[in-house]
């Protein structure tokens, strides 16, 4: 191959350069990223300033008292794979005296592409491992669209529909706002008979009741990296007796994250969103855009290529023995 012929081949080898980035970026190196870790380190806190809850050291109701509920997020790598993750949450309801008035842990199985729950690694809700886990573990996919989603809520240990209500933002980050409201339903049996007179009976009845719960949960998601940036969840656990009737609401509060955890999520989601749409969108674009460049450069080395054969065979045409003899008779 002459040197001329290499050069030609220069704009060609770029452009097959840069389609490729634009095809690797699109659907290898963005695909790649939407993948849930193996490994999980978060902790955040919802709080309320003015929570109703039973004293069940004293059997009196408390109202007006903060509380904070420090939900810790850990994963096991090591019982993962390249298609499934495991985490463990642990959920510890406290007032501000340190008084616990409620905890959950769960270990969750999920698929690693879409966070749906999958059953293989001894999944568990406190001390039920019959428990069935489905819908999504954690989190919205990445990608999240503005429709409803299957989610599990560990509290009433059953599936619920995260309803998409409408678009919002959270600190200037366009959001999702998801929610949904499920119960009263029953979470437990007591398992000690509670003294009449809390529940506004005769003061000599010791009385079996059982727990029922309300849940109301917002979600405000950053739709690209499908994390909630912030969560409310408006709660009321009520003590009902065999007739079926509530007698004591045991606790009442709304929960919504703490400013210092909303501005970290924040970060992190939009860190992600920019990254998204750089790798996706972006420099893909940008790269067929320049493809152009090396064309057109190969476009005008072809027509000056094609202007200097021509002008070579007119040359050689007029330098043919004989034409340019005089005339003789």
């Known amino acids: 191959m002459t040197g001329a012929q290499i050069l ?190 809390v529940l506004g009976l005769p003061e000599w009845k010791l009385v079996s009741v059982a727990r029922y719960v309300r849940i109301t949960r917002t979600l405000w998601v950053e739709p690209e990296s499908g994390l909630p940036v912030q969560v409310q969840e408006r709660r009321v656990d009520t003590l009902r007796t065999p007739d079926q009737v509530d007698r004591l609401v045991s606790f009442q509060a709304d929960l919504v994250t703490e400013p210092g955890d909303v501005d970290a999520q924040v970060g992190e989601a939009a860190g992600f969103r920019q990254w998204a749409i750089m790798i996706r969108d972006v420099l893909p674009a940008v790269f067929l855009a320049l493809v152009f460049v090396p064309l057109a450069v190969a476009a005008r080395m072809g027509l000056r290529r094609r202007r200097a054969e021509r002008s070579a065979a007119a040359q050689d045409q007029q330098q043919v023995p004989g034409h340019d003899l005089p005339d003789t008779w």
């Open 8 to 197: 030609r081949t220069i704009p060609y080898v770029v452009v097959a350069f840069l389609l490729t980035m634009a095809v690797l970026l699109r659907y290898y190196v963005y695909g790649n990223g939407l993948m849930l870790p193996l490994e999980q380190r978060r902790i955040y806190h919802l709080t309320a300033p003015a929570a109703t809850y039973l004293d069940t050291a004293t059997f009196q109701v408390r109202t007006g008292v903060p509380v904070t509920d420090t939900v810790s997020l850990y994963g096991d790598p090591a019982a993962g794979d390249q298609n499934t993750a495991v985490w463990v949450e642990f959920s510890s309801l406290e007032t501000a005296y340190n008084q616990r008035i409620d905890y959950h842990e769960r270990r969750t199985a999920f698929d690693r592409h879409t966070g749906l729950t999958v059953g293989c690694c001894g999944e568990y809700i406190d001390d039920d491992t019959a428990v069935r886990q489905t819908g999504l573990a954690f989190r919205l996919p990445y990608g999240a669209e503005p429709r409803g989603y299957p989610i599990f809520d560990p509290v009433l240990k059953r599936q619920v529909t995260l309803r998409y209500e409408r678009e919002e933002t959270v600190q200037g980050l366009p959001v999702y706002r998801y929610s949904y409201t499920v119960g009263p339903a029953k979470v437990e049996d007591l398992p000690d008979q509670v003294p009449g007179r």
